[in-house]
Nanobody, 134 residues
Framework: QLQLVESGGGLVQPGGSLRLSCAAS?????????????IGWFRQAPGKEREGVSC????????NYADSVKGRFTISRDNVKDTVYLQMNSLKPEDTAVYYC??????????????????????WGQGTQVTVSS
């Protein structure tokens, strides 16, 4: 069973930066690593639906971003460290949410101009809180 663990959330002032990490556990025995999966970052604010923020294909060759974060957030992955990162700069109060990483085996779901939606993703982390406030 694939398990994802997010870290790096916290409280930051508007204009500040945070880097979220998504690491996998539970792969070792099967030999399957996070590098087999497309990884998506999603967020959910109180009273709102979960929305896609960014995604990256298994090789890292393709990425996609929600319009609301383009130019401010950068997704990357290190398949040697088996970790995916979300660098968040110029944070705004409206970025406040619980951030989740999720995994799906098909790269099809991460392409430019294709909306990043939660339903195809099979595995989810527990989330990390990001609060942007002065």
């Amino acid at each position: 069973q694939l398990q994802l663990v997010e870290s790096g959330g916290g409280l930051v002032q508007p204009g500040g930066s945070l880097r979220l990490s998504c690491a996998a556990s539970g792969f070792t025995a099967s030999g399957v690593t996070l590098g087999y999966y497309t990884i998506g970052w999603f967020r959910q604010a109180p009273g709102k639906e979960r929305e896609g923020v960014s995604c990256i294909t298994s090789s890292g060759g393709s990425t996609n971003y929600a319009d609301s974060v383009k130019g401010r957030f950068t997704i990357s992955r290190d398949n040697v460290k088996d970790t995916v990162y979300l660098q968040m700069n110029s944070l705004k109060p409206e970025d406040t949410a619980v951030y989740y990483c999720a995994a799906v085996s098909a790269n099809y779901y991460c392409r430019t101009y294709v909306p990043i939606i939660p339903s195809p993703y099979d595995y989810w982390g527990q989330g990390t809180q990001v609060t942007v406030s002065s």
